[in-house]
C-alpha cells in the first residue's frame, strides 16, 4: 500500500468512496437533472437508503461529493497575488473535471429556492475555502467574499453558457489578481 493522497480530516468510508464516484459519473453522464438519487444508489450498488442515511437530500449529498473532490486549495505562493492566482487555477481545473462542474452547477440552482441547501453549502463547501484565504490574505471577509463570487460565478457562468469549462483562465487571474500586488 502506498502513501494516500488524501488531505488531513475526517476518514472517509469505503461506501463514501464508492458513492462520490458513482455521484460524479452519473453527473457526467446523466447531467444533474437526471442524476438523481436512485440512480447513484444503482451506479454505487448499494440501495437508495444507504444514501439517505448518510446525507438528507441530494444537494447534502453532491455538496459533501464537491468538498470531496475539491480537497484543500493550494494557498501557497510568494506573494498575495501569486496565492490568488494560483487559487483561481485550481478551481478553474476542479470545475473542468468530469462532472464536478456539473454537479456544482446544478446544486447551485437547487440552493436558489432552498435556504436549507444554501446554508450545507455556504458552511461546508464555501466557508473553510473563505476562512483560509481570509486568513492568508489578510483580508476581510466581504472582499473574500467578492472574490469568491466573481471567480466562481465567472467559471458556471461560462460552463453554462458553452457546455465547457472556461480554457482562457489566465484572462480571469489577470482581472481579479491586479487588486492583490
Not at 39 to 54: D, E, F, M, P, Q
Not at 97 to 107: D, K, N, Q, R, T
Not at 113 to 140: C, F, K, M, W
Request: with cysteine; net charge negative.
Amino acid at each position: 500500500m502506498g502513501m494516500s493522497t488524501r488531505p488531513p480530516g475526517r476518514p472517509r468510508s469505503g461506501i463514501d468512496d464508492t458513492v462520490f464516484a458513482a455521484t460524479l459519473r452519473t453527473v457526467h453522464e446523466l447531467g444533474y437533472t437526471r442524476a438523481t438519487v436512485d440512480r447513484i444508489a444503482a451506479a454505487a450498488g448499494i440501495a437508495k437508503t444507504t444514501i439517505y442515511r448518510r446525507w438528507p437530500s441530494k444537494g447534502a449529498l453532491i455538496t459533501a461529493c464537491l468538498v470531496d473532490a475539491f480537497g484543500p486549495a493550494p494557498l501557497e505562493g510568494a506573494d498575495r497575488a501569486e496565492i490568488v492566482a494560483s487559487a483561481i487555477r485550481w478551481i478553474a481545473g476542479k470545475i473542468g473535471e468530469p462532472g464536478i462542474g456539473a454537479a456544482f452547477a446544478g446544486v447551485f440552482t437547487d440552493a436558489v429556492n432552498d435556504p436549507e441547501l444554501r446554508h450545507i453549502l455556504s458552511t461546508q463547501l464555501q466557508d473553510p475555502y473563505r476562512i483560509a484565504l481570509q486568513e492568508v490574505l489578510g483580508e476581510p471577509e466581504r472582499r473574500v467574499l467578492f472574490v469568491i463570487d466573481v471567480v466562481v460565478g465567472t467559471l458556471l457562468h461560462r460552463l453554462g453558457m458553452t457546455g465547457e469549462p472556461m480554457v482562457d483562465v489566465e484572462d480571469l487571474v489577470e482581472l481579479v489578481v491586479r487588486d492583490f500586488r
